[in-house]
């Protein structure tokens, strides 16, 4: 290979580099000194934010896509907007991960291990940032499981609750099968085109589609690993166990930051394989629907994750469901796969990424309170913790997708995005889907405000660093709402020079 090459190779590969260089930095640090475990998240925090200042002036210096070659000159990853956009939302949720971290009293336990745990915060990292840009199928099956590896040990982190064991085991059952059965599509995709590059195998299947009985089993073996991380039904098993046990921190950063990755290849694979053909999303020359896929897993999900979310007394397993429904909205937005759903797909995990860690840093300060997440236990606290109830209160109607919040900007933009692409019966059932889940995301303010007595309630004092956090992730929410211009732009930019059409 070409010296030159390699190096040049590596210039599109900044945010990555730095991410691999303060892994091993980490580890380093953490076994010539293992008393000064209090630096490692300041160690990572920085290596993160580094990361983040190139992946954003990738994204302001770029002009046109440019894929990243290997030396027999396929396209290994692609070096485009919608790669670079994902990066930057991976990254800044992996910033308020170890924010949180250092503010929770559940990581502050383990503290004689947090050079393991940042150390598989920054593989898991290191996973998303190359799933994203990922282009050739070894290489999107190599970074999911790096992530998961990860995740998989962080999700049991806790040695001492059998919650956070059991999701750990479970995490890794899940996986392994969703892992094993995309594996195996893989193999019978390469036999199909010989090749395991995405654009290569869209070319073989426009010139030889072969049988399609065989193609469609190929491609949902494919799209149950990739549905496994953004957890749409009917891969979603794992989520509520998962995100229950796990500690708050992670479980935050997996609602986020695992289902960014996970729709960024979804989104590359289905618009490289199976580009459109008259405005319908087909697999090959057959004329199945690929589109009609989309919209029974779009319906499913939101519906299923909604009406699960409706009888759950646990705050993380409520909020576990809550996500699953909103990968049915974004999964509705990708079933236009239209630019205006792309943009409108964008729009909605930026203020996703506000909204949904809000909700659960919130939670996490009032477990590190009462050492309870159960809805019982929050009657009255609206008093008590005045300014964790307000803050709770603004991030669960934003959820809901109510004005003025950024949350009714998002879903604005998706329903939209199902308007002007004719699909009429699937916004409607986006909106219904909105108002069942107003219920449960009420149903926690009526505890937190109706429910319980106010009597000599003692106001509960909060750190200033505590509310500057939640004042980050609050304006926004409230901003954009009103003003969401800056928002809609950097997203369209995205979208327009999406690189894979």
Known sequence: MNTNYFFESLNFLRPEVVITVFLAVVLSFDLAFPKLKKVLPYLTAL???????????????????????????????????????????????????VIFSEKSSEIKSTVERLGEYYSLILGMILGMLILVAATDFL????????????????????????KSTEASLKYVIYGSVASGIMLFGISLAYGMTQTTNLFVAANSLTMNPGNPIL??????????????????????????????????PITAYLSVASKAAGFAVLIRFVKTVYPPVDGLMMISAYNI???????????????????????????????????????????????????EGITAILIYFVIYLLM????????????????????????????????????????LVSLTGLPPTAGFIGKLYVFLALVNSKMIFLALIALLNSVISL???????????????????ETLKVSFSNILVALILAI??????????????????SAVMLGVR
């Open 289 to 339: 629907n690929w589109k009609q896929i989309l919209i029974y897993l779009s319906i499913m999900t939101m519906t299923l994750g909604n009406l699960s979310a409706l009888w759950q007394d646990n705050l993380k397993r409520m909020l576990a469901y809550s996500s699953i429904a909103h990968a049915g909205v974004v999964l509705a937005a990708m079933a236009t796969m239209n630019d």
């Open 476 to 493: 926004p929410v409230i901003l954009f709402g009103i003003y969401f211009g800056p928002v809609a732009d950097f997203a369209k930019n």
């Open 356 to 395: 949904n860690f809000g909700a659960f840093f919130i939670v996490m300060l009032i477990r590190n309170e009462i050492n309870s997440e159960h809805i019982d236990d929050y009657n009255g606290l609206g008093y008590k913790m005045p300014f964790y109830g307000v803050m709770l209160s603004i991030f």
């Open 215 to 248: 193609l469609v089993f190929v491609s949902l073996m494919i799209l149950s690993g990739i549905g496994y991380k953004i957890s749409s039904v009917p891969f979603h098993f794992w989520t509520p166990d998962v995100y229950e046990g796990a500690p708050i």
């Open 139 to 162: 290489l999107i099956y190599l970074a999911i499981e790096l992530m998961s590896l990860s995740s998989y040990v962080l999700a049991g982190f806790l040695k001492t609750s059998t």
């Open 47 to 97: 290596g993160i934010i580094i990361s983040s200042g190139y992946a954003v002036q990738d994204f302001l210096s770029m002009q046109q896509p440019q894929p990243i070659s290997s030396a027999s000159k396929l396209p290994l990853l692609a070096f485009d907007a919608l790669a670079v956009f994902f990066k930057i939302i991976i990254l800044a949720s992996s910033l308020f991960l």
């Open 439 to 457: 219920y449960y995301y009420i149903r926690v303010m009526k505890h937190l405000y109706l429910m319980g007595s106010n009597d000599q309630a």
